[in-house]
């Protein structure tokens, strides 16, 4: 069975190199914010392209570092999708904010910007003021982020990016993260730049919110043990730091080698009854997920299966359908209908760098045998 992703895939291809990084960190006898962490930052934040980086100990902290920086809390609405990993929601609960969940644009799944400005415009009655949007890039490429930037620009509405699936993805030649205040990466294992464990970064190219995301990490510590304002633990461990700084250098050419099985995958349905996906224009899709739009799904995935080829689906239920959320989260003017739809369509086709010729062909083959 070829599976959706493979993580042990990505270890073995640099085995040798991820041991080493291992052997170097454990060797030093400093196993939290050490060299090995400052160097990963610092080689992060040139290769996006910020001033700074942070690192924490999840995608999900990162985002809840990013909230409590920019001083948002429990007297504030934050503006997201629905159609997302639970975790950008859970986030913004963390930090005692009101999430407010918008629609998708149906063909890129990332949130509608008409919608945004919309609520922006003319914000739901009885929630607190909308302080902070949460841009949720998607699947491996960018929200329409223009209008949504103008839009929170003209009100000085902080904008904060969502990169946990687009590590590289690029918009008009920028890479994304580098966009709005601040950004959160997530570098679980099976991201396009994964740790072997949870692990996380936020970049930003302000200074003093950098500063204050150090300090919030570690308990408000300025001063080792002298906590200026409340904080958490979410450290970014030096195992951690050290695998990731041997698996940057490579992001790229996996990403480009993400883009060549996507390639494949569109020859193989072009001219059949599922149509490839929808690319931005003036973007570049890394290709975190293939996410194909199915009705009558469960038939495809089971003749799939039959051929020996795994799915996923990115994701069964929208959040606000979840049973932690239904019925006390707030949803903007178009009700998530649209989030609604996608997720009874939505399928993952196997997407990692390490799949060889052999298995993109295999399915590649059953991808034309829907025609």
């Not at 610092?42 to 980086?53: I, K, M, N, S, V």
């Not at 150090?214 to 002298?226: T, V």
């Not at 149509?275 to 293939?290: I, L």
Request: proline letters at 8%; charged letters at 20%.
């Amino acid at each position: 069975m070829i599976p959706p992703a493979d993580p042990g895939a990505g270890y073995r291809a640099q085995q040798a190199e991820i041991d080493a990084a291992l052997h170097r960190a454990a060797a030093s006898g400093w196993y939290i914010l050490g060299r090995e962490g400052a160097a990963f930052e610092a080689e992060f934040a040139r290769w996006l392209g910020t001033a700074r980086a942070v690192g924490c100990g999840s995608g999900t902290d990162a985002i809840v570092l990013a909230l409590r920086a920019l001083g948002i809390g429990p007297d504030a609405t934050v503006v997201t999708v629905s159609h997302t990993a639970v975790a950008s929601v859970a986030a913004i609960e963390v930090v005692g904010a009101t999430p407010l969940l918008l629609d998708i644009d149906p063909e890129t799944f990332t949130m509608d910007p008409d919608e945004l400005i919309s609520v922006l415009g003319d914000p739901p009655p009885g929630l607190p003021p909308i302080r902070a949007v949460l841009a949720v890039h998607l699947y491996g490429q960018g929200c329409d982020l223009g209008p949504m930037l103008e839009a929170c620009g003209a009100l000085g509405i902080p904008l904060i990016e969502d990169c946990a699936q687009c590590h590289g993805s690029l918009l008009d030649g920028r890479k994304l993260g580098t966009f709005g205040r601040v950004s959160a990466f997530s570098l679980y294992p099976t991201k396009n730049l994964g740790a072997l464990g949870d692990a996380g970064i936020v970049a930003t190219d302000d200074a003093a919110l950098a500063d204050r995301i150090g300090a919030l990490r570690q308990y408000g510590w300025r001063d080792r043990y002298i906590s200026a304002e409340s904080g958490i633990n979410s450290r970014l461990d030096e195992l951690q730091a050290a695998v990731l700084r041997a698996r940057l250098p490579r992001l790229d050419g996996n990403n480009a080698r993400r883009r060549e099985i996507a390639a494949a995958y569109d020859a193989a349905l072009t001219g059949g009854p599922v149509a490839p996906p929808v690319r931005r224009p003036g973007a570049e899709h890394v290709f975190h997920q293939y996410v194909l739009r199915v009705p009558g799904r469960p038939a495809m995935q089971a003749m799939l299966r039959e051929a020996g080829i795994g799915t996923a689906i990115h994701y069964p239920m929208p959040v606000h359908l979840q049973p932690a959320y239904r019925g006390r989260v707030p949803l903007g003017p178009a009700e998530c209908r649209e989030t609604e739809r996608a997720a009874e369509e939505v399928l993952s086709l196997p997407m990692y760098p390490e799949m060889t010729d052999e298995q993109v062909d295999r399915v590649c083959a059953a991808l034309r045998a829907l025609r």
